[in-house]
């Protein structure tokens, strides 16, 4: 497993890159809970509750005099906070605070632990840790069968059907994915991942209108706007494989319109950037794939300069060499190139690698099926779409 790090500990690795911007309010408020649910977690009894109690009031939960906090409540509150803050990339904070509430959860509490351990494998992969992240999810598909709840165990086969697309194998997460979505029981969410990298699958396989009609139902069952925007980062990829890269950009340009959370947006940036180099003109293209780079640049002390997201700022960074080659600023494209082969390399994303010794230029549109067309018409039709007309 990955070793917590104490909240002040954490947070300071988090916030230590220059021009990482937080709000010192919200650093204190942050810190304020993180500290009190340690604080919690290192007593019993009333001590405890008195603790639990208030940190339920600092997010604005009222709890009746000499009642038991309610588990329920305490993980609804701090998983919020934990999302909060893994929306800033803060993902050492993020993963103190969810094993410290771990501890806190009584052993009784099944299902709401292995909600808790699924999130920590989440927050293990987004530090680059698979091997702590495939162990998590393997203790959360053992607690989904050993007490029969399939949240847990859709949960843990969406995480390992990730990790296994995360090392190219693309039929082991198939399985997985297909076993979630058939699955009695399974979280919206779960299904929803699982539509999300289906897509993905397909789309590796060349069949591009089954992906499309993934991707499709993944947006059309969201039920916030950072799975909206994921299922159109996906979709727009889609699009951009298949040749389409005006569709693909409508479809980019609508993501960024829902002002993504960071884990978004640097994969967005990169995608967003080789479709405006294949579709407008060399002007309008080159001086919007040089906005998209000065945009990862913006973002990469938050991202530790890829040892948070360590996948997709490389991947990012490849894209971006490759658009701007397209465009012709060829001493920038150098640049990127070297900064993502260091990444690539260090961490073993051999896929990377090998895409810079071999750039994907976007193909000659694929012939698509009417239902795929009706898709790209409904997404053109998507709040933000309509600025790429603008670009032109």
């Known amino acids: 497993m990955l070793a917590p790090l104490p909240s002040v500990e954490a947070f300071r690795r988090d916030a230590v890159s220059d021009g990482v911007e937080l709000d010192d309010g919200v650093a204190a408020s ?30 604005g939960v009222v709890t009746f005099k000499d009642s038991a906090t309610s588990p329920t409540a305490v993980v609804s509150a701090v998983m919020t906070l934990a999302s909060e803050i893994e929306d800033h990339t803060f993902f050492r904070l993020a993963h103190s605070v969810v094993s410290t509430l771990l501890i806190v959860v009584p ?18 992969r987004h530090l680059g840790n698979v091997v702590a992240a495939n162990r998590y999810y393997n ?28 090392r190219g194998d693309f039929p082991e997460s198939r399985r997985r994915f297909n076993a979630v979505i058939a699955l009695s029981g399974a979280a919206s969410d779960s299904i929803t991942y699982s539509h999300h ?45 298949a040749g389409h890269a005006r569709a693909a950009l409508r479809g980019f340009a609508a993501g960024l319109a829902r002002k993504p959370i960071t884990r978004l947006e640097v994969p967005i940036i990169g995608g967003a950037a080789c479709a405006a180099a294949a579709c407008l003109p060399l002007p309008a293209a080159r001086a ?25 700022t490389a991947s990012t960074l490849v894209e971006l060499s490759e658009a701007l080659a397209v465009v012709g600023d060829d001493e920038r494209s150098r640049d990127l190139a070297e900064r993502g082969e260091t990444l690539a390399s260090a961490l073993g994303f051999h896929q990377l690698v090998y ?11 694929a012939v698509l099926a009417e239902s795929t067309n009706e898709i790209i018409a409904a997404v053109g039709e998507l709040e933000g779409a309509e600025l790429v007309g603008a670009a032109q």
Do not use: C
């Open 197 to 241: 990298h289906l897509m993905m699958a397909a789309a590796a396989a060349g069949d591009y209108d089954t992906a499309a009609g993934h991707a499709w139902s993944a947006f059309k069952g969201s039920t916030t706007a950072t799975q909206e925007t994921e299922a159109l980062l996906n979709l727009s990829q889609l699009l951009l494989e």
């Open 139 to 166: 203790e959360v598909e053992q607690l989904g069968s050993g007490f029969d709840l399939p949240e847990l165990t859709g949960r843990a086969w969406t995480g390992l059907g990730i990790l296994a697309q995360l």
């Open 107 to 124: 052993e009784s509490e099944t299902l709401l632990r292995g909600r808790i351990i699924a999130r920590l494998a989440l927050l293990a």
């Open 288 to 312: 919007l794939v040089r906005n998209f780079a000065d945009r990862l640049d913006h973002l990469m002390p938050a991202l530790h300069h890829g040892k948070n997201l360590p996948y997709p």
């Open 355 to 365: 895409r810079l010794e071999n750039p994907v230029l976007v193909p000659r549109p």
């Open 30 to 59: 942050w810190l304020e809970s993180a500290t009190r649910l340690e604080r919690a977690a290192m007593t019993r009894g009333s001590e405890r509750e008195r603790l639990l109690a208030g940190l339920l009031a600092q997010h």
